[in-house]
């Protein structure tokens, strides 16, 4: 039996096989908090949108303050779904604002795997005052 002493490049040779799955899984963490932030806007704004139109706002303020309580998310990618409109709320009904974000991704490789594109969505219901 032969005693191999020279393994000089064994280290290098795992580190490059187990570098790709690092880089993967660091770009992966760092996606999932962009992903995370993006919902967490939107499910902050469906609520302050709810409030608001509870207490007597319109349709056209409640899309004014869902845009302005999230100033990171792109205003395009976002859709607004109040129901029931301004003239048919009661008191005593329910409201509910209904908010989708199309979230782009900004990793490439993360956008190759989830097809670029993850719809993010967020609701709330409240009872009108």
Same mark, same amino acid.
């Given at each position: 039996?032969?005693?191999?002493?020279?393994?000089?490049?064994?280290?290098?040779?795992?580190?490059?096989?187990?570098? +790709?799955?690092?880089?993967?899984?660091?770009?992966?963490?760092?996606?999932?908090?962009?992903?995370?932030?993006?919902?967490?806007?939107?499910?902050?704004?469906?609520?302050?949108?709810?409030?608001?139109?509870?207490?007597?706002?319109?349709?056209?303020?409640?899309?004014?303050?869902?845009?302005?309580?999230?100033?990171?998310?792109?205003?395009?990618?976002?859709?607004?779904?109040?129901?029931?409109?301004?003239?048919?709320?009661?008191?005593?009904?329910?409201?509910?604002?209904?908010?989708?974000?199309?979230?782009?991704?900004?990793? +490439?490789?993360?956008?190759?795997?989830?097809?670029?594109?993850?719809?993010?969505?967020?609701?709330?219901?409240?009872?009108?005052?």
């Amino acid at each position: 039996m032969r005693n191999v002493k020279n393994q000089n490049g064994q280290s290098l040779v795992e580190f490059a096989i187990i570098l +790709p799955i690092i880089l993967l899984l660091l770009m992966g963490m760092a996606e999932f908090g962009m992903m995370l932030n993006s919902y967490l806007a939107i499910q902050n704004s469906s609520r302050e949108g709810a409030r608001l139109g509870i207490v007597g706002g319109t349709d056209l303020e409640i899309n004014s303050l869902v845009t302005a309580t999230s100033p990171s998310l792109t205003s395009s990618n976002l859709t607004v779904v109040i129901t029931p409109s301004a003239g048919s709320r009661t008191s005593g009904g329910t409201l509910t604002v209904s908010l989708n974000y199309n979230y782009h991704t900004t990793v +490439p490789i993360i956008g190759a795997i989830l097809n670029n594109v993850v719809v993010l969505h967020a609701e709330t219901s409240m009872r009108i005052e």
